[in-house]
């Protein structure tokens, strides 16, 4: 059979990475069950994604992320009653960049960050968008607290937003 509105492909790479033995191993950093004070590394543009298997249900819990110091980072809230907020931390100066209400148990949440702009997303549907984020650009670690009020949160990867192939494919 032919086809009757052939495609021409002019410049076609496959890349075999023999290694991964599945799709979610091109993560920088991953916990099956963060606890607070869990902390690692990820590419300072990135994609975090985790399920939130419980919302708090009292306090609050936080997940940073381009984290330079406990005063230079970017990190979410989520309160007992579902709202999760976007924070912008210089120099210990919490500014509050978005909020969105309705976090649900069994929500997945994810964080991109590209570049300048972040976006949070929840249960596959972007909630809050920020363009503006040119602080802390290139720092490179998260950090889990405040988990001990009841909220809880599972599989949480770090992705990097850019992966980088071997031999320039």
């Known amino acids: ?12 790479r496959v890349v075999d990475i023999p290694s991964w033995s599945s799709d979610a191993q091109v993560y920088t950093s991953y916990k099956a069950l963060p606890v607070a004070t869990n902390t690692d590394s990820h590419m300072a543009d990135c ?18 992320f381009r984290r ?3 005063t ?4 979410l809230t989520l309160d ?3 709202a999760i907020t976007l924070y912008e931390d210089t120099g210990g100066s919490d500014t509050s960049r978005g909020t969105w209400t309705g976090v649900v148990n069994g929500n997945r949440i ?3 960050a590209d570049s ?39 599989d949480l990867y770090a992705w990097p937003r850019y992966p980088a192939f071997p031999g320039g494919v």
């Open 47 to 64: 994609w975090l994604d985790w399920t939130q298997t419980t919302v708090p249900s009292g306090g609050t819990q936080q997940i940073d």
């Open 80 to 82: 007992s009653a579902g």
């Open 1 to 12: 059979m032919t086809p009757t509105n052939p495609t021409e492909v002019k410049n076609l």
């Open 68 to 70: 330079a110091s406990e």
């Open 110 to 112: 994810m964080v991109l």
């Open 72 to 75: 230079e980072r970017w990190y």
């Open 116 to 154: 300048t702009t972040i976006k949070v997303y929840v249960a596959d549907t972007l909630r809050i968008t920020y363009a503006s984020a040119s602080t802390n650009a290139t720092a490179t670690t998260w950090y889990v607290t405040g988990l001990g009020t009841g909220g809880a949160i599972a």
